[in-house]
């Protein structure tokens, strides 16, 4: 039975099985069955979330996912990721996102995803959080994200929902993640200020040098061109003091900075932003190496 472990103002929203991880039900609409929704838990103070499930359409005709909303996020957008020149972007897809008749598209890290924006509450690893989606012909969905870990790369329950599945149901995912090996799978995360915002990638996400590659944004998601980019990297934890870096100009909103990650584990990854000389963004997110 799920019981409140939270309170918040209003509705409660986020809640969590007492003693065992929880893990959300499929869900069934018409033609439409959604499995494997879930999101991470948020580091203390961040107000950006993914959230990742698989949508099968089993009907004859296409289906659009054509927005998705929280009650403790101000706006929630689909999203895509895409690689150009080795630096991964993000945009959010304006006319949703298209399930073809007997399509099993998958969102998840490094691949399409939903984006909660402005979340007023924190989430907790085993918490849940309901979320509608509203699609074309299907109407309001409700689904339940499970709240996995911070750096989770699936559900716990996946593993062994994936044990079952068919192969010929596995390759029909449409938006995969991104196709690399473990050993040189890339960190993405997403730093949210007033002002700005940040793709960041990671390359490799493991210890040891790393590539970071930046894409600035501002508030209305367009590109932002900034004067200078100033990138930290500490980690606290094993006394690690920070070091900072001026990152190099590749494109009007993008830049990169090579730097050292000697450990692995949380690091800390801090952006000065400077927009212009009397304008700067600081912004501060934890990153996990492997």
Not at 38 to 65: D, F, H, M, Q
Request: glycine share 8%; aromatic share 4%.
């Amino acid at each position: 039975m799920i019981s409140s472990k939270r309170a918040f103002a209003g509705a409660v929203v986020l809640t969590c099985l007492a003693g065992v991880p929880a893990f959300a039900a499929d869900t069934t609409s018409g033609d439409l069955v959604i499995t494997r929704a879930w999101s991470r838990a948020t580091p203390g103070g961040a107000k950006v979330a993914g959230g990742y499930l698989t949508i099968e359409n089993r009907g004859r005709a296409p289906e659009r996912l054509q927005a998705a909303s929280a009650a403790h996020a101000l706006r929630t957008e689909i999203h895509e990721m895409t690689v150009n020149d080795g630096v991964m972007t993000m945009r959010a897809l304006d006319r949703g996102l298209v399930i073809a008749p007997g399509q099993i598209v998958t969102l998840a890290p490094g691949g399409g995803h939903l984006m909660f924006i402005g979340l007023d509450v924190p989430l907790h690893a085993g918490d849940q959080m309901p979320v509608t989606l509203s699609f074309e012909h299907a109407g309001a969905v409700k689904v339940t994200l499970d709240v996995q870990a911070i750096g989770a790369q699936a559900p716990e329950s996946m593993a062994t929902t994936a044990a079952a599945e068919p192969a010929h149901r596995a390759e029909q995912a449409a938006v995969p993640a991104a196709a690399t090996s473990d050993a040189d799978e890339s960190f993405f995360t997403h730093l949210h200020a007033e002002k700005a915002m940040a793709n960041v990638t990671v390359s490799p996400g493991r210890a040891g040098p790393v590539e970071i590659a930046i894409q600035l944004e501002d508030a209305n998601e367009l590109p932002l061109s900034a004067d200078a980019v100033a990138v930290t990297l500490g980690n606290p934890e094993h006394g690690v003091a920070p070091i900072t870096a001026n990152a190099e100009r590749v494109g009007n909103d993008q830049w990169r900075v090579r730097m050292s990650a000697p450990l692995s584990g949380r690091w800390s990854l801090g952006l000065d932003i400077r927009i212009t000389p009397k304008d700067a963004v600081n912004v501060v997110s934890p990153i996990l190496l492997r």
